[in-house]
């Protein structure tokens, strides 16, 4: 898989989320966005890769993870969003909204439609959102 790869898959999980949503799906719309922002922050990592360089060991299997937060300090990011939550609050609000996410909310039906969609708005808003904040630099 490839940055635009990454790119792709994120946007096609967006779309698939707010679909769920829509449809009344709360546990598969959340988990699928924390799903689009998993593979945003890889897209950030793989446009870290030069052509020919063999890999750093350790940072491609800290990239495997699924843990929101480890994959940002992967992307090199994680000092940007520290200064940028100082002046927007709400980009902070949203990211501690987003950061806890799980894989393991594959397993779990009860999330509520509060909950899904207080997650997708964390996700899509246009000037604070995870999303959109990660885009701006993938």
Same mark, same amino acid.
């Given at each position: 898989? #490839?940055? *635009?790869?990454?790119?792709? =898959? &994120? *946007? /096609? !999980?967006?779309? +698939?989320?707010?679909?769920?949503?829509?449809?009344?799906? &709360?546990? %598969?719309?959340?988990?699928?966005? %924390?799903?689009?922002? +998993? @593979?945003?922050?890889?897209? @950030? =990592?793989?446009?870290?890769?030069?052509?020919?360089?063999?890999?750093?060991?350790? =940072?491609? #299997?800290?990239?495997?993870?699924? #843990?929101?937060?480890?994959?940002?300090? /992967?992307?090199?990011? +994680?000092?940007?969003? +520290?200064?940028? /939550?100082?002046?927007?609050?709400?980009?902070?609000?949203?990211?501690?909204?987003?950061?806890?996410?799980?894989?393991?909310? !594959?397993? /779990?039906?009860?999330?509520?439609?509060?909950?899904?969609?207080?997650?997708?708005?964390? @996700?899509?808003?246009?000037? #604070? %959102? =995870?999303?959109?904040?990660?885009?701006?630099?993938?």
């Amino acid at each position: 898989m #490839n940055r *635009k790869d990454f790119q792709e =898959i &994120s *946007k /096609v !999980r967006l779309k +698939e989320a707010a679909a769920l949503l829509k449809a009344m799906h &709360s546990a %598969g719309a959340y988990y699928l966005l %924390g799903y689009a922002v +998993e @593979c945003a922050l890889k897209a @950030c =990592i793989a446009k870290q890769t030069k052509k020919h360089d063999f890999p750093d060991k350790e =940072i491609a #299997n800290k990239a495997h993870a699924h #843990n929101l937060e480890q994959l940002l300090k /992967v992307t090199g990011l +994680e000092r940007d969003l +520290e200064r940028d /939550v100082k002046t927007n609050k709400k980009l902070e609000v949203n990211w501690a909204a987003v950061k806890d996410w799980k894989t393991a909310s !594959r397993y /779990v039906t009860n999330i509520s439609a509060a909950d899904a969609r207080d997650m997708y708005s964390a @996700c899509t808003a246009q000037k #604070n %959102g =995870i999303l959109s904040w990660i885009r701006a630099k993938w």
